[in-house]
């Protein structure tokens, strides 16, 4: 059976997947959201600090080239 917080950072990655495509809105960042929900308030206790870590480089420079990208790209 899944728990509440699961379906719940299930659905901030559906969000974010969609976001993606959606110009303003930052998709790194909900996901971000997402993986820190589940490491925090459910059973994300089990993810290992270096994936932990892996996921926000990850996200952190999703959301850099998704704020910078136009500019470098210009």
């Known amino acids: 059976m899944v728990d509440a917080v ?4 299930l659905a901030l990655l559906v969000v974010a997947v969609i976001a ?3 110009p303003g809105v930052p998709a790194g960042l909900v996901a971000l959201v997402a ?5 925090f308030f459910g059973m994300g206790n089990r993810m290992s600090l270096w994936l932990l870590f892996s996921f926000t480089v990850v ?8 704020l910078f990208g136009g500019a470098i790209t210009a």
């Open 35 to 39: 993986v820190y929900v589940e490491y």
């Open 20 to 22: 993606s495509v959606v």
């Open 6 to 9: 699961a379906l719940f950072a």
């Open 59 to 66: 996200g952190l420079l999703a959301i850099g080239i998704d």
